[in-house]
C-alpha cells in the first residue's frame, strides 16, 4: 500500500531556529504539493513541484522559506529562521495527473 | 480564477441520519471535482472524484456526490451516517484544461455526528 510519508511527525523548535521537513512521495507520481494549514487560515497551498521542477510557489514567505526536491524520492521545506506564526501542521503530497495522496502531516511548533 | 464555497462551516446531525454537504464552484472552464475527508491528526484522503461521465459518482464508506453543472454545485451525501464519520470534509476543484495537478480547496466542513 503505497503512502506519502512525512517527517518528523512533531516538531518544537524556538523561534529563530531552522527547521526542516521532509517528504517521501509515492513512487511513480510526478507533482509533489507543500500545504499548510492552521485553524485561521485553513488549508494554504505554499508550493508545489513536476518533474521535480518548481511550478510555483507564490503561496511561499520568500524571505523564511524554501522548498527543493534534491532527488525523485525527497522533498523538504525549510524555514530559516522560523517564527511562532509558522506554527502549524505542514502536509506533503503527491500526485499523478489530478488526483493528490496526502501525507500524515508535520505538527510544527515554534516557541 | 476558479474558487469553492463550502456553504457550511459546521454541519451537526445525528447517528444514523441523512446527512448533505453543500459545495459550489466557480470556474470558467471544464473542471475535475473532488471531496477529501480529514479525520483528527491525520491527512486528507481522498473520498471521491469526478473526472467525465456519470454526475452520480459514488466514493468510499458510502458517501456519493452530485455534479451539476448548471448549479455549479457538487454536493456530498450520505444516506446514514456513523459516529465514525465525525471529521473534517473538503470540497476542491482543478481545472480540467491545464492538467497542472493543482487543486482549489474550500474551507472546510465539520461533520459532528451525535449518538
Known amino acids: 500500500d503505497a503512502r506519502v510519508t512525512q517527517t518528523p511527525r512533531d516538531k518544537v523548535t524556538e523561534m529563530g531556529q531552522e527547521v526542516t521537513m521532509r517528504c517521501q512521495p509515492i513512487?511513480?507520481?510526478?507533482?509533489v504539493f507543500w500545504y499548510r494549514q492552521t485553524m485561521m487560515q485553513g488549508l494554504e497551498l505554499l508550493a508545489y513541484?513536476?518533474?521535480?521542477?518548481?511550478?510555483?510557489d507564490s503561496g511561499m514567505p520568500k524571505d523564511r522559506f524554501s522548498a527543493e526536491m534534491p532527488d525523485a524520492t525527497l522533498a523538504t521545506l525549510k524555514i530559516q529562521p522560523s517564527e511562532p506564526r509558522d506554527s502549524a501542521v505542514y502536509f506533503c503530497?503527491?500526485?499523478?495527473?489530478?488526483?493528490?495522496?496526502f501525507g500524515p502531516g508535520t505538527r510544527l511548533t515554534v516557541l | 480564477a476558479q474558487s469553492v464555497t463550502q456553504l457550511d462551516s459546521q454541519v451537526p446531525v445525528f447517528e444514523e441520519a441523512p446527512v448533505e454537504l453543500r459545495c459550489n464552484y466557480s470556474?470558467?472552464?471544464?473542471?475535475?471535482l473532488f471531496w477529501y475527508v480529514q479525520y483528527p491528526n491525520q491527512g486528507l484522503q481522498l473520498l471521491l472524484k469526478?473526472?467525465?461521465?456519470?454526475?452520480l459518482v459514488k466514493g468510499i464508506n458510502g458517501f456519493e456526490a452530485e455534479f451539476n453543472k448548471s448549479q455549479t454545485s457538487f454536493h456530498l451525501r450520505k444516506p446514514s451516517v456513523h459516529i465514525s464519520d465525525t471529521a473534517e470534509y473538503f470540497c476542491?476543484?482543478?481545472?480540467?484544461?491545464?492538467?497542472?495537478?493543482?487543486?482549489?480547496f474550500g474551507q472546510g466542513t465539520t461533520l459532528q455526528v451525535k449518538p
Open positions: 503530497a503527491s500526485g499523478l495527473y489530478n488526483e493528490q495522496f
Open positions: 513512487l511513480g507520481h510526478n507533482t
Open positions: 513541484f513536476r518533474n521535480r521542477a518548481p511550478l510555483d
Open positions: 470556474s470558467s472552464v471544464s473542471v475535475y
Open positions: 469526478y473526472l467525465s461521465g456519470s454526475t
Open positions: 476542491a476543484v482543478a481545472s480540467g484544461s491545464s492538467n497542472t495537478g493543482k487543486l482549489i
